[in-house]
Structure formats: structure tokens, C-alpha cells
């Protein structure tokens, strides 16, 4: 199929693109949020074509992912057809709900003309459809060519926003475990992170901007063990990553978490405490470790593989072009 999709979120894109059709990825001159065109820090292959917006009406476009509610309207402007009924749509939620939870209801409820897939069965339970079709897809991941070292006595954490999004990524819970150990903060807006931290020691927290994926992955992989602290969130990538590489995880225990971590793989808990005392216990015994690593790299071949993610979407796919015809 050729398949036009907004490249948004960096890591799931990268999992998609890696099917077996053709994807045309949007890009304009200021490559903005709704023209990025190719990864530049994430390696794709060579199936993913860019293409401008005045060329769309005349490309030839099998079926349209839709992941942000104004894109609807964007998609049939550039097309010049009406996605959902000249050309078929499907709808990927990748985010919980916001506002008034678990009442929320999502901005594609109540339609008949495209499919709303969840990227964890959590966000299908809290957000309201109505009577539109969902599916629930869950994450695959390419596999991370780093392995697990866990050589430095340090902690990491992946995580985009901390400074603006605050308490959602658990930017207060931070200084709790720079105080185990030194933390490693890898994402996109992470510089300002040591000014609102104040009062942490020097050497306690070290931030890395937007770092490429595998020389992030490289890294995260000699750190002792990942940290997720978010807590309102759908299911983080690089958690998943992380677990891949046979590194050890503290997870905050909500949302999709508490599904993708079993006990083999790490540490769950709503406790505070209970995280910091784990992260502490990683850093002392460093065999533990790399026990839980092997089981956190199971956990993740087992149930977050590329091939069952890209089986999964080339069903739904092919459902979604029948029922057009």
C-alpha cells in the first residue's frame, strides 16, 4: 500500500515504517510539526518517501494514519478527497486521556468512517469513542544494538519535556534518586532541567539534549538502571528500549506499566520509597542487576516484538482498504 502519515512520534514512527509498504511522510520548508519529512535522529529505511503538500492531489494514496485531531481536515485539504470516504483512514491514539478523566471523550467518537487504535489496552478503557470502531495495537519496537554493561554507578532516565510537563513526567521526583546516584537525563527540552531542580549537589544530575537514538541507547546501556517516573502517561518507548538492552527498570506502577512490567524485569511500585530503596539496592548489588536485566530483555522480545507489531497493523490495514472497496 502507499500510506501517507505525519511523522510525530519519532520511535513508533521508526516501528511502522518498517512494514512492508510505502509510506509518504510530508515535509515543508521550515520542516515544522507538520512537515518534519524523515527522521534525522532515528534510523529508517528506504520505503519512507518525502513528499510536499502541493503534490499530494496528484500522488497516489491508499490509506491515511491519522494521529493528531486537526490532521482530519489537513489530510482532505492537501488530497483533495475526503479522507474516511474517498480514501480510507485510521485514526492512532497515542496518548491517555487529558481533562476530565476517565470521562474524557476522544476527539474521533461517534464515527462510522475509520477505526481509533490504541496504542495500550489502558488508554481503550479511558477514553470515551461512542460508537467509533477501536482496536487496541500494542507497541513493537526495532530491536536497540546496544547491550546492557550496567559498568557506571549511575541511573538513567528518557523522558521529552520534563521542564514544561513537571509532575506528568515526574520531574519532582527526580532529586529523590540523584541523591542514590547520579542521574543521566536523556530527551528533547531537558536542558533547563538543573535550574528547576535547584539545590541538587554538583555531579548529581547530568542532562543530554536530543541525543541521536543509538548513541542515546549506547549510553542508557552502561547506566546501572532506567528510571520511568511518569505519571500520567501512555507507555513510554524508551522504556520498552531499555528493557530490550537487558537493562533493569524502577517504574512508577501506572497507567500501561504495570502490564508491561512483570516482576522478572524490575522494580513496581506506587511507593516512593519503595523505587528509591530499589534503585539503591541496583546500585549496591550489581549481579541483581544484570538478573533483572535478562528478565526485563525477555519481557520485551516477548511481548513488544517488531514482527507481531507489524503483523498486527498489516491486518488492520487490510481490513480498513476491503472495507473501502
Known amino acids: 500500500m502507499n500510506i501517507f502519515l505525519w511523522h510525530v512520534h519519532g520511535s513508533w514512527t521508526t516501528a511502522f515504517v518498517h512494514g512492508k509498504h510505502h509510506y509518504l511522510v510530508p515535509v515543508t520548508p521550515d520542516r515544522g510539526p507538520y512537515g518534519l519529512g524523515r ?34 481536515d489537513l489530510a482532505t485539504s492537501w488530497l483533495g478527497r475526503t479522507v474516511g470516504r474517498d480514501v480510507p483512514a485510521v485514526y492512532v491514539e497515542h496518548n491517555t486521556p487529558k481533562g476530565d478523566v476517565p470521562t474524557s ?21 479511558f477514553w470515551d469513542t461512542g460508537g467509533t470502531r477501536t482496536r487496541v495495537i500494542e507497541h513493537g519496537i526495532v530491536a536497540p544494538a546496544a547491550r546492557y554493561s550496567g559498568e557506571l554507578d549511575r541511573l538513567a532516565v528518557v523522558t521529552n519535556e520534563p521542564v514544561r510537563r513537571q509532575r506528568v513526567t515526574g520531574t519532582d521526583l527526580m532529586p529523590r534518586f540523584a541523591r542514590v546516584a547520579p542521574l543521566d537525563v ?6 533547563g532541567l538543573p535550574e528547576v531542580l535547584g539545590g541538587l549537589a554538583a555531579g548529581q544530575l547530568a542532562v543530554h539534549d536530543d541525543v541521536p537514538q543509538s548513541a ?44 508491561a512490567v512483570p516482576p522478572s ?30 528478565g526485563a530483555r525477555r519481557a520485551a522480545q516477548d511481548r513488544y516484538g517488531l514482527d507481531r507489531f507489524l503483523a498486527d497493523w498489516d491486518e488492520l490495514l487490510e481490513e480498513a482498504l476491503c472495507a473501502s472497496r
Open 265 to 294: 524485569a524490575g522494580v513496581l511500585a506506587t511507593r516512593v520509597q519503595t523505587l528509591v530503596d530499589a534503585a539503591q539496592w541496583l546500585i549496591d548489588e550489581p549481579d541483581a542487576a544484570r538478573r533483572l536485566g535478562d
Open 105 to 125: 471523550r476522544h476527539p474521533m467518537a461517534d464515527r462510522d468512517d475509520l477505526t481509533v487504535v490504541h496504542v495500550t489496552h489502558f488508554n481503550d478503557l
Open 39 to 72: 527522521a534525522r535522529t532515528y534510523p529508517w529505511p528506504d520505503g519512507v518517501t518525502e513528499i510536499r503538500p502541493g503534490q499530494l492531489a496528484a500522488a497516489e494514496v491508499d490509506l491515511v494514519i491519522l494521529q493528531r485531531p486537526e490532521e482530519l
Open 186 to 191: 536523556y530527551g528533547m527540552g531537558v536542558a
Open 216 to 259: 542515546m541507547h549506547a549510553e542508557v546501556a552502561r547506566r546501572r538502571a532506567y528510571l520511568h517516573l511518569c505519571r500520567w502517561t501512555s507507555l513510554g518507548l524508551s522504556l520498552i528500549e531499555a528493557m530490550a538492552m537487558g537493562t533493569p527498570v524502577v517504574v512508577l506502577g501506572t497507567t500501561e506499566a504495570v502490564a
